[in-house]
Structures are given as structure tokens and as C-alpha cells.
């Protein structure tokens, strides 16, 4: 991998935990400079990363690290938005203070990093920019109607950004993984606690892929110069399921997303997770 990788300088955010911690241990092995990014840089375990603390779900402290990013990190040849978190459960339960901080932190802070980036891969004529959406966007599974609008919105930002960008050379990928182990369940702001689509999700999750398996599906994707949306997970998940998708009608889909979520009438499924 180190010598086909095509670029030197990347910077992770979310480099913490899970996918952006694995993320950085591959970037570091194909010989990148890897900066990443946590609310407490202290949080970054990954022995050769340059660690920044930035909390990305406020737009000041944005701003401020987009001017920093300019002065202090130089050339960035890899943008990866990673950062997130999901807000779940009835939406009617949410704080309105958690909507705005999940679409700040999902859709605001990559575009203002993106928009950072950008003239730097302009002038040289090369560069890549990740944003790690997910495969709830084609599955917007219930009980999670927030988190999947905002990754519907960024998975939608990426296509166009890399329609708007080709002719420069850069490359705009829009990473959709299914479900995969990391700190995710825990860091979930869960309104739902306990109901049939949390015990679902922490059923799924157990048997998932690792962040380390998923992480190196996207560095394998990025070396061999693809972008565009790219998917990565389970079999199941990733490539079955997609595919029968198209076969069927959506009512039919939606059924079984409801009974995948334990959601299958007025009364669920029950709950068997305890
Ligand atoms: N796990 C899955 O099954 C799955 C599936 C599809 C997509 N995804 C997506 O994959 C990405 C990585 O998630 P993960 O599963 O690896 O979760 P994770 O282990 O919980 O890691 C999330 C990372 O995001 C950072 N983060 C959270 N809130 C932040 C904020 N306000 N400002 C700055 N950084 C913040 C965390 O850093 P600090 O807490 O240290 O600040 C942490 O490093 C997310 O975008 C997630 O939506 C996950």
C-alpha cells in the first residue's frame, strides 16, 4: 500500500475512536502525515498522529480551526469527515439542542472543511476528500430519522461536490459503510433506550465488522483511485441487501426494514435485549 498511496498529508476528524482511529493507523502505515481531530485531543490514542482538539457540532469553534488549518497544517492532500454520532429515538422526544448540534456536526463541519481544502487541491491539481455517510441512506431504518436525514444530506453533498470538483483532479468519495464495532452505541444520544429498535441495532452491531476491517476497504478503495459512493460492511449488508433492494417494491422494502428494526406492528416485536 505505501508505495501505490497517492497522497501525503491527511486530516482525520473523529481520529478518537473507532473507524477514525483505524483510519489513522492505516493512513500512518501507507506513509501519510495524518492529523486527527477529537473535542479533547488528549483522547487520541494512535501513536504518530498530530493531535487537535476542536469540538465540530459549533460553528465558532469551526471558523477558528478552519483559520488555524490554514496557518499551521499546511498542505492537506486528504480531507476525511469522520466525525459523528447519532441522536435516536421519537423525534418528538428529541431537544432541539441535539438537532441542531447532529446537523452541525454531520453537515456543516465538512462542508467548512471541504470549503478549507478545496483551493489548496485546486492550485496543485490533485487531492481526495472522504465523507463517511452511511448505508442508512439507502436503508433509512426507523428510530433513527435524524441521523439518517443528515447523512442523506452529506451523502448528497459529496455527489455534487465531486461532479463540481472532477475537472481538477479531485476526487470525491461518499463513503457508506453498514454497521461496524466501534464506541458508536455509546456515544449515541439514545432516546429510545431499551425499545425494539435499540435492542435491534445493539443485535446487529454485535455481529458486525470491525472499524480496522472497515478502514482498510476505504484505503484499498482510495489507492486504487475510485470515488464516488462506496460502500463497505457485511456481505449482507453491503452488497446483498443493495442489490435486492432494486428487485423489490418499496412497500415490500420498508416492510422488512421495519422487521430488521423489531418494528412490526402497533405493538413491536417486544423487546429481548435486557
Ligand atoms: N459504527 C457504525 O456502525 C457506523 C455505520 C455507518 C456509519 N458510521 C459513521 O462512521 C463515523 C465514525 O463513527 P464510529 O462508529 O467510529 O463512532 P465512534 O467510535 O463513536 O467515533 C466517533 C468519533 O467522532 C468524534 N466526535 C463525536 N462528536 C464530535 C464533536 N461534536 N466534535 C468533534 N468530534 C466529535 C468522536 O471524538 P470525541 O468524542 O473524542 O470528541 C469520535 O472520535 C460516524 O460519522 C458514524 O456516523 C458508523
Redesign the pocket.
Known amino acids: 500500500m505505501k508505495e501505490n498511496f497517492p497522497y501525503r498529508n491527511a486530516l482525520v476528524?473523529?481520529?478518537?475512536?473507532?473507524?477514525?482511529?483505524?483510519l489513522c493507523r492505516e493512513l500512518l502505515r501507507a506513509g501519510c502525515t495524518v492529523w486527527g481531530?477529537?473535542?479533547?485531543a488528549a483522547?487520541?490514542g494512535v501513536q504518530g498522529v498530530i493531535p487537535v482538539s476542536?469540538?465540530?457540532?459549533?460553528a465558532e469553534p469551526i471558523r477558528a480551526f478552519v483559520q488555524e488549518m490554514y496557518l499551521e497544517l499546511g498542505q492537506i492532500d486528504i480531507l476525511i469527515n469522520?466525525?459523528?454520532?447519532?441522536v435516536f429515538g421519537n423525534l418528538e422526544d428529541t431537544d432541539p439542542e441535539d438537532i441542531h448540534?447532529q446537523v452541525?456536526?454531520?453537515l456543516t463541519?465538512p462542508a467548512l472543511l471541504a470549503q478549507a481544502v478545496l483551493p489548496g487541491m485546486k492550485a496543485r491539481g490533485e487531492g481526495c476528500i472522504v465523507n463517511?455517510?452511511?448505508?442508512?441512506v439507502r436503508f433509512p431504518l426507523p428510530g433513527m430519522s435524524l441521523?439518517n436525514a443528515t447523512?442523506a444530506g452529506l451523502t448528497a453533498f459529496s455527489r455534487s461536490l465531486a461532479d463540481e470538483n472532477h475537472e481538477y483532479g479531485i476526487r470525491v468519495i461518499d463513503f457508506?459503510?453498514?454497521?461496524?464495532?466501534?464506541?458508536?452505541?455509546?456515544?449515541t444520544r439514545n432516546l429510545g433506550h431499551g425499545d425494539e429498535a435499540w435492542c435491534a441495532m445493539q443485535r446487529h452491531?454485535a455481529s458486525?465488522p470491525d472499524?480496522d476491517t472497515v478502514a482498510r476497504q476505504l484505503l484499498r478503495a482510495i489507492a486504487a483511485g475510485r470515488s464516488g459512493t462506496i460502500c463497505a460492511?457485511s456481505f449482507f449488508q453491503a452488497r446483498l441487501a443493495p442489490f435486492v433492494q432494486h428487485l423489490l417494491p418499496d412497500c415490500v422494502t420498508r416492510l422488512f426494514q421495519r422487521m430488521y428494526m423489531g418494528k412490526t406492528g402497533r405493538n413491536g416485536l417486544g423487546c429481548v435485549c435486557k
Not at 481531530?37 to 479533547?40: E, I, L, Q
Not at 476542536?54 to 459549533?58: E, G, Y
Open positions: 476528524t473523529g481520529a478518537s475512536s473507532g473507524l477514525g482511529a483505524a481531530t477529537s473535542r479533547d483522547r487520541i476542536v469540538d465540530l457540532a459549533h469522520n466525525a459523528g454520532y447519532g448540534d452541525e456536526l454531520m463541519a463517511v455517510s452511511s448505508l442508512a441521523y447523512k457508506q459503510p453498514g454497521d461496524f464495532r466501534s464506541g458508536f452505541m455509546d456515544a452491531m458486525a472499524a460492511g
